[in-house]
């Protein structure tokens, strides 16, 4: 804009967007009150596809459950139609149940007297092709590469036979067949009586001979198949908690405490160890590999998190497993606060990366925690999870919920991150710069129900303050978010961020909620 003398004067810098409204939008397997939830329904990994089109679910009876997108096929048309129509900006994402198949069944491993759970740990969506949609699967041992696409069912129809005295799809009824031996001859023919009655049986058309038709097949049916393509299997000594797709389309890694392992998509029977942290002796082990990601743009670079609660993002293009070819992320400790809780607490349970790359969130016990790439000094921001459960962390050691794995996500344009808690509560925090935004929702069909406002302090924009951290969203520690009494039985431990829109899926339980903002 122009100043009173002539001179320009630059434009105030927009501030940081307002908090989002949360709306209710479905729900999947909703459970009436009083309902027990069988152990095998509980969802257990949650994921959208690249396009936000498909969403898979796992739970512990190892199915996989796919749904499909249905709002945007209902737009259908010209491009030029399209853009003559002015749709309303308001449309949210609805889904529907599409299919489900197993994909993994309960083990044992004789060698080790192991029982291997049937549970689904992690899902990933692979490059569609052909109509058809790939995605991975594992459990804590094994992984598979399944493939679901549309099949056309065919059926036998004009057929000359009395449809009367037909059975099934075309077939002529069992009473015609011969039934008796005496009936029968012994090079398989059949006797005078049994001939008469098939052919009484096999009523022609009242038209005669010139209105037989040959029988052709048809197709008007479809029905979706699974089939499993790959299995990767006798690969890991521990259990797998991770597995991340490769932007080249052609590799992906798979991670357990120790270590990841990388594959190539059509090789089942061989992979390559990257990153080994075992060390000769077991007894100094000081940390464990918790979760680890692929870079979203980069194939050569991977980030992964350990259980003292720092990350750490390696080249592949050097030794994977020298730590002078890796960059190292954690927050130094501040003195005097250490206590028996101190590591476990600090233990990273879930990391992703920002859809640019540039970022990477991580979720310990308590908190979020932003890392920029760029700077190794410490997270650029911290957000207070349920600081109010600091004071009971010895209840939660004894009932061993300090131990619970909460999952973490950002929005496609990456100015928000949310995550789980308990009581079926999930928190969205505004990362964008100068935003306070901390709300706290409830996986129900009225998620701002059991919502509190909470004080928020000032944040100061990251390029202004590079080496301080951004800390939000803490609570009052007298009371849980809600100010009622916490019930750490009902925990959200999945969620996943639509890609392209502010819609969010999360896992109450055998319970799928779908919201928008």
Not at 225 to 252: K, M, P, Q, W
Not at 310 to 329: E, G, T
Not at 432 to 445: F, N, P, Y
């Amino acid at each position: 804009m122009k100043g009173g003398v002539g001179g320009e004067v630059a434009e105030a810098p927009a501030g940081p967007p307002p908090p989002l409204e949360w709306k209710f939008s479905q729900v999947f397997g909703e459970r009436t009150a009083g309902e027990e939830v069988q152990e095998v329904d509980i969802i257990s990994a949650i994921e959208f596809d690249k396009s936000g089109d498909h969403l898979a679910t796992g739970d512990r009876g190892g199915r996989v459950v796919l749904f499909e997108r249905t709002d945007t096929k209902e737009q259908v048309g010209s491009r030029r139609e399209l853009e003559r129509v002015d749709y309303p900006v308001s449309r949210h994402p609805e889904f529907r149940y599409k299919t489900e198949f197993q994909s993994h069944e309960p083990e044992f491993d004789y060698l080790k007297s192991l029982e291997i759970e049937e549970k689904i740990n992690k899902i990933r969506w692979c490059q569609t092709a052909n109509g058809a949609v790939f995605l991975l699967s594992t459990n804590d041992k094994t992984i598979k590469y399944w493939k679901v696409q549309e099949k056309k069912v065919k059926k036998i129809s004009e057929m000359n036979i009395d449809p009367s005295k037909a059975a099934g799809n075309g077939s002529v009824a069992s009473s015609s067949l011969c039934s008796s031996p005496k009936q029968c001859l012994a090079n398989g023919g059949c006797g005078d009586k049994a001939y008469s009655s098939l052919s009484n049986d096999l009523s022609f058309l009242p038209e005669g001979i010139p209105s037989l038709r040959l029988p052709m097949v048809t197709s008007n049916e479809t029905s979706l198949l699974a089939r499993c393509r790959r299995v990767y299997a006798h690969a890991h000594d521990y259990h797998i908690n991770s597995i991340s797709n490769n932007s080249d389309g052609e590799t992906f890694i798979s991670a357990d405490d120790l270590r990841i392992n990388l594959w190539n998509l059509e090789i089942s029977n061989q992979s390559f160890n990257i990153v080994d942290v075992k060390p000769a002796n077991m007894e100094d082990l000081t940390e464990v590999i918790t979760s680890a990601e692929f870079h979203p743009t980069h194939c050569n670079t991977l980030a992964y998190s350990s259980s003292k609660g720092s990350v750490r993002l390696i080249d592949l293009r050097q030794s994977a497993l020298c730590d002078s070819h890796s960059k190292l992320f954690e927050e130094q400790e501040a003195p005097g606060s250490r206590s028996f809780f101190t590591e476990i607490i600090a233990s990273i349970s879930d990391i992703k990366f920002a859809k640019d790359g540039r970022y990477i969130l991580s979720r310990d016990y308590m908190t979020l925690k932003l890392w920029d790439i760029n700077m190794d000094s410490g997270p650029v921001s911290t957000f207070q999870v349920h600081e109010y459960l600091r004071p009971k962390l010895c209840d939660l050691y004894e009932n061993d919920s300090i131990f619970d794995k909460f999952e973490c996500c950002l929005s496609g344009d990456g100015s928000r991150v949310a995550t789980g808690s308990y009581s079926n509560l999930f928190r969205v925090f505004g990362c964008a710069a100068g935003s306070t935004e901390a709300t706290t929702l409830e996986a129900s069909k009225n998620p701002m129900r059991r919502q509190v406002q909470t004080p928020s302090r000032p944040s100061r924009s990251l390029s202004s303050s590079l080496t301080r951290v951004v800390r939000r969203g803490a609570d009052n520690a007298s009371v849980d978010a809600n100010g009622n009494s916490f019930d750490f039985t009902t925990k959200l431990l999945h969620l996943a961020w639509h890609p392209t829109e502010n819609s969010i899926a999360c896992a109450a339980a055998n319970s799928l909620y779908m919201y928008y903002a």
